[in-house]
């Protein structure tokens, strides 16, 4: 393959031409995943400041990780575990300072923009269903987000986050029920 054109390149020549230095072909990668990675952080944070930095932090960790990466599942899949698990540390995180600094124990710090809905009723039930994820278990809402909202198989799901097929089942129920229960109080 000539150098530069990788818009058709396969995962395993753009992950061998990035480990190389090529810097264009990093690029590649980051322009095929980019929703993806969006659509898993902002479905664990909301659309906020947040997901932007966690998002930006997925791809710095994956260039300096391509090397470790030995090709036995989908990059998709490497690059999935890598915005999950930074997601998690996110909301450990956030946890953390807003026990520290709150006084009535609210801590919800996000910002629910919906731009990209039709109807006023599509934003409207969009937000509430954000609002709604954001009071979720972590470990539930990251099931709801890669399962109903991302499209992910439960096989797909258990492979990204590294548990058992049962655990994600179990959880994608008690979830579905936790969602049904919040979203009835909104």
Do not use: C, W
Not at 137 to 161: C, H, N, V, W
């Amino acid at each position: 393959m000539i150098k530069g054109s990788y818009s058709e390149a396969e995962e395993d020549e753009l992950v061998s031409a990035s480990i190389g230095g090529d810097k264009q072909a990093f690029g590649v990668i980051v322009a095929r995943y980019r929703k993806m990675v969006a659509r898993t952080v902002k479905g664990m944070l909301g659309d906020s400041i947040f997901a932007e930095d966690v998002g930006q932090e997925v791809f710095i960790k994956l260039f300096y990780s391509l090397a470790d990466f030995r090709g036995e599942s989908k990059l998709s899949t490497y690059i999935q575990r890598i915005a999950v698990n930074l997601t998690l540390n996110e909301i450990k995180r956030r946890k953390r300072f807003f026990s520290m600094f709150s006084q009535k124990g609210n801590n919800e710090m996000h910002e629910i923009e919906v731009a990209d809905h039709d109807t006023e009723e599509k934003r409207e039930a969009s937000e509430i269903v954000h609002k709604a994820l954001q009071k979720m278990d972590p470990k539930f809402r990251i099931i709801i987000t890669m399962r109903m909202l991302q499209g992910y198989s439960t096989k797909e799901t258990a492979e990204m986050l590294e548990l058992p097929l049962g655990t994600v089942l179990s959880r994608l129920s008690r979830a579905q029920e936790q969602l049904k229960g919040i979203l009835e109080k909104l």
